[in-house]
């Protein structure tokens, strides 16, 4: 029978759902592999042919490891909770858990019938309460705990109440909050509950502060920096804004230096690895103290000076100016009334802009004089204090100094506001050049330090500020404690509530904490989060719980350790469970998740660790991002009048040119091999029923462009459609087959077609002329041989590197091969489809079956090994020319001599036609090359 695709795959998948063939176990003797996808957010539509890329190459690469030898843990799960959910429970009013449930329906159905070969009895729901139990117990544990400088881990809450109560503050080196203050222990033991709680909040891992957030008002809720692109809603495209607002925030910051110097233990791709050394942005500096002028006169100040970092102590003597960020809390303080309005006004502007866009906008050099004045501590000179958005108030101190002769925007700030621009070298050369010690550029107007390199001028500056009392050596990072709050409905519930307006945590054993019902999933009318609607909801029917739920990233920051052991009652997973799959192998997902997931996964693992809970410090070994597969857009060309008016006139591609057009995007599932079903058009479009269509030879041919995979472009390929038509290993294949797994590459339907060809040639290859199954038990021939173990070969080196679209061409060869050599040897097919299996898992288990092996699945069969000995070049195909004219090919061992050469080539019965009984006047014989006879 001729390949039947649609019964062999369905018969498949419920082998191996019903068998649970892909079960990992939970110990074995055998090596141990864990391979992760980033697992999907379900959304309505389901999955396009550009979101399974990364799937199928980790389960090519997973049933490959268990060709191996492996014991392989694939899990798959949903990270259920979110904001589009939401949005849609707002917009129709039906809960977020059954469309959440719908949709995972459906994705399990399309991710089941691709073939993949995960352990669903592992599969985890971040919206699932045994879920998220254990995020919202992580959280307990982070409030449970403080960064300890000294053993340089995070450490239980106790052993810091016992520094207090033993030796007080003094003593006590932790990440903490800027404004804790110093006590005795005579101090602590008189605090009171309320006031203890108050400023243990400001060492805890996690406590609430008041921050600058994007704030959307459309939405309701706090986006994350990656969630706003230009100042709007990357859903919904509304305006967001900044704002200060009560919010939890974690002390990632503690941890910077560890998730610095941990990205050279890992297998990560460089520009990954770069995008995180940024966002933590670790700078080597100095702290200074600016004194405000007149600051006894200024209401409302606690200190008198305000603090800089910089690191570039050594221009301290060439700043013009100071700049606080916008929202910086000592700004209307500072603000005399003459430039209140300015300042204001300003403010408001800023606002408008998201965090990314003040930090990447280098060109623009606005801000507001606030009418005040601080004074240069090493030099003495009265500076003028200015406001900028390009300042932030989380980066530093939220306060820089303005240095026109060193820096470009600064020097731009100086010149649109006419300040002064001290010159502090003695050449014209960029300031920065003189940062590299071996230099020996000079300081001129800088006081004491004049004539001094950059290293003597950076050290004698540090030591002098140190000596002063105004300032010192100090390494920053650039990186922020992370929010950790969105005002939404559909996130896990934060296990606290408030008593005297002090967060408390609920016990464990009331644990998981559950999402209440709601009338509507919108603020309230008084402008509280949604929970905020919850009635009767509350600690202790009289304690507030918490009304904001967590962000997007908790539940996905820890779920590679629920996969080890998803059903565990009485801990997130068991020791010994943690113990024996240690940490991930091989992790698969998208690069735009560097600065977000992959940073917070990092973070909470690392904490994990410190308090004994996990075993190793980083969770990815090695870490691969799949490249996009971008849309193959399809264009009709409408004919527009003088007035730009669009007509009734579509013309085909090659005439556009004749006529004044514009571009209309067409649905690529009409088109094939650019040409329109104009038919399907018409439904498509009904408003061009009637239309004319003027086609070229018969035919009206779409306009062709890569752009973004999207519903607006109607450029979406289902893969549902393509498995009905070519079925699922097709698909596999030729995801592979369209370039390198970690490039963005164009998807072209058109090109299915060869891969699905093969897929026939090849099951051709066990079958007769009359498709009856078709396969000997004789002696493989040495080219046969050849060919299996050049593609054995072959393919065990593309997997390793991940190079699998090298693979499948590899494949392609290797059956031409063998259907030429017509081979039907069982030894040489059966282990040709252990080899092709992890690619083509459907037809190679029915071949599999059909060569006499038993009921079970080929997927814990044994990868054939390579042997070299049959890649031994032994005999060439010598090539016989009469005269210079190549006649035929004869294959010779290539051990014989040129003389036994000429005896066997004259003796062939095809040679002796075509000498036709002359005698040859010379035999040249090149070895290994070439036989010419000259007659």
Not at 9 to 35: I, L, R
Not at 211 to 239: F, K, M, Q
Not at 458 to 469: F, P, Q, S
Request: hydrophobic share 35%.
């Amino acid at each position: 029978m001729d390949y039947q695709f649609k019964e062999i795959e369905q018969k498949w998948q419920e082998f191996w759902a019903q068998n649970q063939t892909f079960k990992a176990e939970d110990h074995s003797a055998k090596p141990k592999f864990y391979v992760l996808d980033m697992f999907p957010y379900p959304s309505g539509a389901g999955l396009h042919v550009g979101h399974p890329l990364g799937y199928i190459a980790s389960d090519i690469f997973t049933r490959y490891k268990r060709l191996k030898g492996y014991n392989v843990l694939h899990p798959m799960g949903y990270d259920s909770f979110g904001l589009p959910a939401e949005q849609y429970a707002i917009q129709t009013g039906q809960h977020p858990a059954l469309t959440t449930e719908v949709n995972i329906n459906t994705y399990r159905r399309q991710l089941d019938q691709i073939g993949f070969s995960f352990d669903w009895s592992k599969e985890v729901r971040t919206s699932d309460p045994e879920y998220y139990k254990w995020t919202q117990w992580i959280f307990m544990q982070l409030f449970n705990s403080w960064y300890n400088k000294e053993t340089d881990r995070a450490e239980d809450i106790t052993s810091l109440i016992e520094k207090f109560n033993v030796s007080g503050s003094a003593d006590v080196k932790a990440v903490c909050d800027e404004d804790t203050k110093s006590f005795l222990p005579s101090d602590w033991a008189t605090m009171s509950p309320e006031e203890k709680q108050r400023e243990l909040l400001k060492y805890r891992l996690t406590y609430l502060r008041e921050s600058t957030v994007n704030w959307c008002p459309a939405l309701g809720t706090v986006l994350a920096n990656d969630e706003v692109i230009g100042g709007y809603s990357e859903r919904g495209g509304h305006p967001v804004e900044q704002k200060k607002m009560m919010q939890w925030s974690m002390r990632i910051s503690a941890y910077a230096e560890r998730l610095l110097q941990g990205l050279n233990t890992i297998d990560w791709p460089e520009p990954v690895k770069e995008m995180q050394r940024n966002w933590i942005g670790k700078s080597v500096g100095a702290s200074v103290r600016f004194k405000i002028e007149d600051a006894a006169e200024i209401s409302g100040l606690t200190e008198d000076f305000i603090e800089v970092f910089t690191t570039r102590v050594d221009t301290i003597f060439g700043v013009s100016y100071l700049v606080l960020a916008p929202e910086h809390e000592l700004v209307i303080a500072l603000t005399k009334p003459a430039q209140l309005d300015g300042v204001n006004n300003y403010i408001a502007q800023t606002k408008k802009k998201s965090e990314l866009d003040r930090m990447s906008d280098v060109k623009t050099v606005s801000g507001a004089f606030t009418g005040s004045y601080v004074i240069n501590p090493v030099s003495g000179e009265r500076v003028q204090l200015w406001i900028a958005d390009y300042v932030l108030a989380g980066y530093g101190t939220g306060a820089v100094m303005g240095v026109p002769s060193g820096d470009q925007r600064d020097w731009l700030f100086a010149t649109n506001f006419n300040l002064p621009i001290v010159q502090i070298l003695d050449s014209q050369k960029d300031i920065e050049t003189q940062a590299d010690s071996t230099k020996e550029g000079k300081y001129i107007n800088s006081g004491f330090i004049n004539g001094m390199t950059y290293a003597e001028a950076t050290e004698t500056l540090n030591n002098w500020l140190e000596a002063e009392g105004v300032g010192k050596a100090k390494i920053n990072y650039r990186m922020r404690d992370a929010i950790f709050g969105r005002q939404r409905y559909w996130g896990e519930p934060i296990p606290v509530y408030f008593k005297d307006g002090l967060p408390y945590l609920i016990k464990e054993e009331e644990l998981p904490l559950l999402l209440p019902e709601i009338d509507k999933y919108l603020p309230t009318e008084s402008g509280e989060p949604p929970l905020g609607r919850a009635e009767n909801w509350s600690y202790e029917h009289q304690y507030e719980y918490e009304l904001s739920t967590m962000p997007g990233w908790a539940g996905s920051s820890w779920y590679w350790y629920r996969y080890m052991d998803a059903k565990n009652k009485s801990a997130f997973a068991s020791e010994q469970a943690i113990e024996y799959w240690q940490d991930v192998d091989l992790y698969i997902g998208g690069s735009e998740h560097a600065t977000g997931h992959l940073l917070y996964s990092r973070f909470w693992n690392k904490f994990l660790k410190d308090l004994g809970h996990v075993k190793v410090e980083e969770p990815f070994k090695k870490l691969i991002n799949q490249g996009m597969i971008q849309g193959r857009s399809n264009f009709v060309y409408r004919v527009v009048d003088e007035e730009g008016k669009g007509t009734n006139t579509l013309v085909s591609y090659g005439l556009r040119k004749d006529y004044k057009t514009t571009p209309l995007h067409v649905d690529v599932n009409i088109v094939e091999n650019e040409i329109l079903n104009i038919t399907q058009f018409k439904v498509f479009r009904p408003e061009f029923a009637d239309a004319e269509f003027i086609l070229e030879n018969g035919k009206y041919i779409c306009g062709v462009e890569v752009e973004k995979m999207s519903k607006s472009k109607f450029n979406v390929v289902n893969p549902d459609v393509l498995i009905a038509s070519y079925g699922a290993d097709t698909l596999r294949m030729y995801e592979m087959f369209l370039g390198p797994l970690e490039q963005s590459k164009p998807w072209n339907t058109n090109g299915i077609e060869g891969v699905f060809k093969f897929l026939r040639k090849f099951w051709r290859l066990f079958h007769n002329d009359a498709w009856v199954f078709n396969v000997s038990d004789s002696v493989p021939s040495k080219a046969e041989l050849k060919a299996l173990h050049k593609i054995i070969k072959k393919v065990q080196d593309d997997v390793e590197r991940f190079s699998f679209n090298t693979s499948v061409s590899s494949f392609m060869i290797a059956v031409n091969e063998l259907t030429e050599l017509k081979c039907k040897n069982r030894q040489v097919l059966e282990d040709l489809v252990v080899v092709l299996s992890p690619y083509a898992p459907h037809i190679c288990e029915e071949l599999w079956a059909s060569l006499g092996n038993d009921a079970g699945s080929l997927s814990y069969a044994k990868y054939p090994e390579f042997n070299p000995a049959f890649m031994v070049e032994d005999e060439f195909s010598y090539p016989v020319s009469v005269n210079g004219k190549t006649r035929l090919n004869l294959n010779l061992s290539l051990t014989l001599e040129a003389k036994e050469i000429e005896e066997i080539v004259l003796a062939d019965e095809q040679v002796q036609k075509y000498l036709e009984g002359k005698t040859p006047k010379k035999v040249i014989i090149v070895k290994g090359r070439i036989v010419n006879i000259v007659i």
